[in-house]
């Protein structure tokens, strides 16, 4: 039987290098492709879904709750957060989801990630606000030295909530992959790279006009989270190997 060509091996690729290219989730000649994609949906997602769940998180504040009951504007003072968080998770899960879904099932993506991001910014808030809380406690001015610890409390609160998606994240796909656990670690890696720019990011905002400078700083900010959310995880996808049941 005649090999056709279509099915000829490149030159300069070996059957060891064809065998791992198979066992790879993403295949070689597909990444450049889908980590442009998945990189850009991921932006996407931060930004519609940023301001899709502000934009209707304030249209209930002014329009809908003033004509309520006190007992309905205690209730959604107390529980109206979840909507705005709900809404923002499920668009920046779907649009990951978009991007992948040709590899991994869409729904369970969808599903995972956006829990993943519930629980990861209720976690964050709740120890955020007990770390404020803590310092105020102490009724006093607090030092250098003790507001320099409560900053890196704060940011290691934030760092760690990153495990709740990825976690999430990862029950999908170990069904997928083989040899996948470190993907627990993948968002809190991203978040520690956003805290780092962030804060190399403060460092020079002094040279930003005052005029311009809270509209540039919160631009680049948002900018900042939503790269590197896409190119980390974009990354450590191409890394994943498919998992082979015999």
């Known amino acids: 039987m005649q090999t056709e060509p279509n099915n000829l091996p490149e030159a300069g690729v070996t059957s060891t290098d064809t065998v791992k290219q198979h066992k790879l989730l993403i295949p070689r000649n597909h990444r450049r492709k889908f980590f442009l994609s998945f990189v850009l949906m991921t932006i996407v997602g931060w930004v519609v879904g940023g301001i899709a769940s502000l934009a209707i998180e304030r ?24 909507l705005s968080l709900i809404i923002f998770a499920l668009i920046f899960a779907i ?3 978009l991007a992948i879904r040709r590899y991994i099932s869409f729904w369970w993506w969808l599903l995972a990630t956006s829990f993943g991001w519930l629980a990861s910014i209720k976690v964050s808030n709740a120890w955020t606000t007990y770390i404020q ?7 006093r001015d607090l030092t250098s030295e003790e507001s320099i610890i409560l900053t890196i409390a704060s940011t ?18 170990r069904r997928y992959t083989q040899r996948s656990w470190w ?11 956003i805290s780092f720019l962030l804060w190399s990011f403060s460092l020079i905002q002094h040279l930003i006009s005052e005029a311009y400078r809270p509209l540039i700083s919160y631009l680049s900010e948002q900018g900042l ?3 590197v959310l896409g190119i980390i995880p974009a990354i450590a996808f191409c890394r994943l190997q498919v998992n082979v049941r015999k």
């Open 59 to 82: 249209a209930v504040n002014e329009q809908l709750i003033p004509k309520t009951t006190p007992e309905t504007q205690l209730l959604w003072y107390a529980w109206g957060t979840y």
């Open 95 to 97: 649009d990951q989801a």
């Open 183 to 193: 993907w627990n670690f993948v968002n809190s890696f991203a978040f520690l790279v």
């Open 156 to 173: 290691l609160a934030y760092i760690l909530s990153g495990i709740w998606i990825s976690f999430c994240q990862w029950i999908v796909l």
């Open 133 to 139: 809380t803590f310092g105020n406690s102490l009724n």
């Open 225 to 227: 989270t939503a790269l």
